[in-house]
């Protein structure tokens, strides 16, 4: 535990970070569920609980960031579902 946080926000940064894991781990070929795939996945979709609702949104958040930050230009899957490897980008000149 971190001096000075409440366990609350513990476990809002716990979920950012669970969320930002999952993008991460992402490779090709792995089935693409997407953020609420992702969430549910972790646990953090279906109940009740609206902690877990924060959390959810937290995961997520964590998730899309990464994710963005992994493929800039877009994720891209086959007719399967699957993660395709993103195309290399190249620069053109003029």
Sequence with gaps: MTPGLSPRAERLIEAIEKGVQAAEDLKPGDLF???FGAADDAGYLHSKDMEL???RGCFIRGYL???RERFPTGVTVDRDGKLVEPEPRTSHST
Excluded: N, Q
């Design 65 to 67: 960031v990464k994710l």
């Design 33 to 35: 569920t997407g953020a």
């Design 53 to 55: 609702h924060g959390l």
